[in-house]
């Protein structure tokens, strides 16, 4: 009887990871679509995301069925936002190019621990002057790491801030790739309040970060 529900368990346990592995991939392609950003860098992004358009907001599975999406090589390339029935913003997505960063990925790769800490003063500072003149202020700043990412060497940073009136808390990850002269920065956020909704949807976002 023993052998048996051992038995048992390690078949559902196996099942569960079967259908795990099937389950995950269809609804990644059902429910994204990649995004070019220009300069050989791409993304996917849930097909409900709105981006402004011409002073119109549509999906992003409209807009790229509409444009085939090539976008222009300025500074900020890509912008998207997912709104709740209230329209306001429950997350978002940005990205910037930085044509004139110096830094590249054989840089990167020769970061240390000594280097993160130094860096992770500075981009505090930065974070810090916008929100404290808007009404916000920082409440935790995660400490950064380099993480490779489909090939890449990326500096990945996270924190979570107040924002003014009734916005309450919002969590940040900047995912910074040094890649002179095609670096660029993506920025996630979400509202941290539904965060169990929203975060599976950053990571898989996160991951699914690639540059040719």
Same mark, same amino acid.
């Given at each position: 009887?023993? =052998? #048996?529900? @051992?038995?048992? =368990?390690?078949? $559902?346990?196996? /099942?569960?990871? !079967?259908?795990?592995?099937? $389950?995950?991939?269809?609804w990644g392609a059902s429910n994204f679509v990649r995004v070019p950003l220009g300069n050989g860098a791409s993304i996917e992004v849930?097909? %409900?995301? !709105?981006?402004?358009?011409?002073?119109? @907001?549509?999906?992003?599975?409209?807009? !790229?069925?509409e444009k085939g999406y090539r976008q222009t090589e300025s500074s900020l390339n890509f912008a998207a936002n997912l709104y709740?029935?209230?329209?306001?913003? *429950?997350?978002?997505?940005?990205?910037w190019f930085y044509p004139d %960063?110096?830094?590249?990925?054989?840089?990167? @790769?020769?970061?240390?621990?000594?280097?993160?800490?130094?860096?992770?003063?500075?981009? @505090?500072?930065?974070?810090?002057?916008? *929100? %404290?003149?808007?009404?916000?202020?920082? /409440?935790? #700043?995660y400490a950064s790491k380099m993480q490779v990412i %489909?090939?890449?060497? !990326?500096?990945?940073?996270? +924190?979570? +801030?107040?924002g003014a009136g009734d916005t309450g808390i919002t969590r940040v990850r900047r995912l910074r790739v040094w890649r002179s002269p095609r670096s660029f920065t993506v920025t996630l956020s979400y509202r941290e309040r539904d965060a169990a909704m929203l975060l599976p949807i950053i990571d898989y976002m996160t991951k699914s970060l690639h540059q040719q």
């Open positions: 009887m023993i =052998f #048996w529900k @051992r038995q048992s =368990f390690f078949f $559902v346990f196996l /099942l569960g990871l !079967v259908l795990g592995f099937l $389950v995950l991939p269809v849930p097909k %409900n995301w !709105v981006i402004l358009s011409g002073n119109q @907001r549509k999906t992003i599975d409209t807009f !790229v069925k709740d029935d209230q329209g306001k913003t *429950l997350a978002l997505v940005n990205v %960063n110096p830094i590249t990925q054989v840089e990167a @790769r020769q970061v240390t621990p000594a280097d993160l800490k130094e860096i992770d003063v500075e981009m @505090r500072k930065a974070a810090e002057a916008p *929100l %404290n003149a808007m009404g916000g202020r920082v /409440l935790n #700043w %489909n090939g890449l060497y !990326v500096l990945v940073q996270e +924190h979570q +801030h107040s």
